[in-house]
DNA sequence: ATCTCCTATGATATAATATAACATTACATT
DNA sequence: AATGTAATGTTATATTATATCATAGGAGAT
């Protein structure tokens, strides 16, 4: 949390009260938490919030790095490494429905080697890449 | 698409006209479309079909393997190797939409140089891996 | 043949996720 | 104070997905 703060000042971000919430909320949590469930945790606190007030905070939290969107669920997670410019590899688990976040460096070399390391069972994985294909990129 | 319905004899599946209309749907684009789309693209066809009916038809096609959903987008595209169970990496492209589906060797090692090596710039990988934490493992 | 069972489809309603659009506030800079 | 920008409030609605119950249709048993 502090890290956040830290990082929101001298990069003058504002994190507004809402925002700080959401972040709060999700950092407590081991599971990806759906933007309805935030909404009604952000009401429970005292924000009396509707959808786009969930949404927008999470875009900020997405945004700058703090959050993750966990798209086959589509729930977010806090970021275990704020900050830290990365591309996370998720790892879902489908008997206690943790997301944990993968060592960065797992990314760089065999995906399925690097995630057994971690003593994770694989059963599926889903890699989807983002970017422009050649086609284009000759244009 | 003769393929499939080789496949489904030999496995004994019912490719009814439905599923086969939604697949030959997806044949046709290259980039996912979005179970509503294909809904009206069914209507269009003469399938005059609510909701459960697309999502029944591509719920059996992916779970066959005949079609993949793009976890990102929400949308469905008909697997490129059919039958083959892989695990796939799609190349989202940004700027004309297609998705395309690498080689299935690119997933055994590094990640991005398999995908440069097709051509594709990656600006954002999504990856998700489900399976059993090493917590739940244990038990 | 007809009965039975299982799978697929039809149909209605509604849940869950997400955004458009416009009004208002808050705060920093001029 | 005046202005501009970013954030929030608020209402409505779009988009994606599923629950539920009813109906049909085909394969195997009697």
Known sequence: M???????????????????????????????LGAYRILDLLREAGFNSQPPVAYRALDFLVEHGFVHKIE????FVAC????????????I???CDSVLEAPVSASASDL???LMATGFQVE??????????????DK
Do not use: W
């Not at 086959?72 to 729930?75: D, E, T």
């Not at 830290?84 to 998720?90: E, G, K, T, V």
């Not at 599926?124 to 086609?135: K, L």
């Open 80 to 91: 275990s490494d704020p900050g830290a410019h990365h591309s996370p590899i998720f790892m």
């Open 112 to 114: 399925s080697e690097a």
């Open 93 to 95: 688990c489908k008997k």
């Open 2 to 32: 502090e890290n956040i703060e830290e990082y929101c000042k001298t990069k003058n971000l504002k994190l507004t009260p809402v925002r700080q919430k959401v972040f709060q909320i999700l950092l407590k949590e081991t599971s990806g």
């Open 72 to 75: 086959s669920q589509n729930s």
């Open 124 to 137: 599926q994985t889903i890699i989807e890449a983002e970017g422009v294909c050649s086609t284009c990129a």
